[in-house]
């Protein structure tokens, strides 16, 4: 039996950037979360917005939104794409665990997978320099893919909750 072929490893094991050009353009999105686990005083501080370096929450979402946008000058074999909208969204878990949930779409010859996951994660990450002076013990784990849609694959969906 096989490996399966990796798409971004040529003939002659040199990377290669796919090629896409000859795709059709398909409407695509995809959807990821980030889980940041806050000890106590760090998740008060937030939640209650009394943060030294101010609103963490409107930081963080426009720092996952422009993170999206340069996923090409991230990602080395990414493809820069039109992204027609990416949104971060936030919603406590319970008291001290932060679930950051972001969605992109777009319409072209490529998914937005890394776009979605590129903004779950740098907003997670200013999460935590937002909250680093209360507490340095914040945990960024279960960066995943939850959903995507579009394309040659069509619908794909993970299973279950980390």
Not at 19 to 40: M, Y
Not at 62 to 87: C, S, Y
Not at 128 to 147: H, N, P, Q, W
Not at 153 to 158: D, E, H, I, K, L
Request: proline share 4%; charged share 20%.
């Amino acid at each position: 039996m096989s490996a399966p072929k990796l798409s971004h490893v040529a003939a002659d094991g040199s990377l290669t950037m796919v090629d896409v050009g000859a795709k059709p353009a398909a409407a695509r999105s995809a959807r990821a979360e980030a889980l940041v686990v806050l000890p106590a005083a760090a998740a008060a501080a937030l939640r209650d917005a009394t943060l030294a370096k101010g609103d963490a929450f409107a930081a963080a979402q426009l720092a996952g939104i422009m993170a999206a946008k340069r996923t090409g000058e991230l990602i080395p074999l990414a493809h820069p794409i039109p992204l027609g909208a990416v949104d971060v969204a936030f919603a406590w878990d319970d008291q001290t665990t932060l679930r950051i949930t972001a969605h992109a779409n777009t319409v072209g010859q490529t998914g937005v997978e890394m776009e979605a996951l590129i903004a779950a994660s740098v907003a997670a990450l200013t999460v935590y320099d937002m909250c680093k002076a209360v507490d340095k013990g914040i945990v960024i784990r279960s960066i995943r893919l939850l959903e995507k849609t579009g394309g040659k694959s069509g619908a794909w969906a993970a299973s279950a909750t980390p």
